[in-house]
Structures are given as structure tokens and as C-alpha cells.
């Protein structure tokens, strides 16, 4: 069950494999049971052989079937945070583009206060922080850091092909 829509599938081993035998899709709200009873006669309709071999009979819901139901939910909200607004713009996309609602921040646009009550926020499930390195033109302390620690673990791989080990 979908936020939009009521979706069934009807999933048998045919041919010695598993396959799609056949799916339905209702506006949301509409009764499972009937979608499930509306796929079950269109299966049959359209392959009379292979709707019995999978135990489906005409007007029944395919009540002894297995099934899995899954409810989808309203997408949850990642707070985004950087040092800038150059560098929160980027990740603001992605998260978007990742299935969430976003609210964001940086430290040169925002009241501090007010960040502070964004990401405290009781509707807020996650915390994205960010920040741009020191050749993305994007200067800040974490921007350094970041750049730091990158530099760090490229002189750890690079000690680990030539001596065999990191130290």
C-alpha cells in the first residue's frame, strides 16, 4: 500500500524459476482485498493452466497465498548544515534528490539561535553537515580540516603500496 496508490503483485514459480505472473494498481484507499481478487481473475483470464498450477480461483482473494504488505511513509527531514551557503547548496540537492525533505542553514547566512532551533527541531531526523575544501574556492576552518584529513589518508594509502603497512 502505497502513499498514492493500493499495488499487488502476484509472484509463482513458473518454469522452475520465479516470475511476475501479474500486478495491479488501484488509487490509494481502495480495498486490498478486491485489488488482490482483481489480479487473481486477470491472471486467470489470462492463463487459465498456470493460475490453477498457482492455486488462484476466480472470485477469491487468494486468501491462502503468502503475502507481503508494505506501507510506505512520508519522507522524513534531514536537516542541512554547512560553513557556507556555496557548500550547503550542493548537499541540499543530493538529499532532495536521496527521497528527502530538507531544511537548511549555514553558518554565514543564519542566526546562530536559529540554527540551533533547526536542528533541534522534534520533526528533524538527521543531521547532514557539510563543508567545501580549500580548492573549491570555499576558505573556512572545516573546509581545512577536511582538505587535512583527505591529505591524511592519501599519505596512509600511498605508505601502505609502498611499505606494506600504514604507519
Request: charged letters at 20%; zero cysteines; a positive charge.
Amino acid at each position: 500500500m502505497g502513499a498514492a496508490t493500493t499495488v499487488a503483485a502476484l509472484v509463482g514459480r513458473a518454469g522452475g524459476r520465479w516470475r511476475l505472473i501479474g500486478a495491479l494498481s488501484m488509487p490509494a484507499g481502495a480495498d486490498l482485498e478486491a485489488v488482490i481478487t482483481a489480479l487473481g481473475d486477470r491472471a486467470i483470464d489470462a492463463d487459465p493452466r498456470l493460475a490453477a498450477a498457482l492455486d488462484v480461483h476466480r472470485g477469491e482473494a487468494a486468501r491462502d497465498l503468502p503475502r507481503l504488505e508494505v506501507v510506505s511513509h512520508a519522507p522524513r527531514r534531514l536537516a542541512v548544515v554547512a560553513a557556507s551557503d556555496r557548500a550547503v547548496d550542493p548537499l541540499v540537492a543530493t538529499a532532495t534528490r536521496s527521497g528527502w525533505r530538507t531544511v537548511s542553514g549555514s553558518a554565514e547566512s543564519m542566526d546562530p539561535l536559529a540554527m540551533s532551533t533547526m536542528l533541534l527541531d522534534a520533526h528533524v531526523t538527521g543531521i547532514l553537515v557539510g563543508a567545501g575544501t580549500i580548492n573549491s574556492n570555499d576558505f573556512s576552518i572545516a573546509g581545512l580540516g577536511v582538505s587535512l584529513l583527505g591529505a591524511v589518508i592519501l599519505l596512509a594509502i600511498v605508505n601502505l603500496f609502498r611499505r606494506g603497512r600504514v604507519r
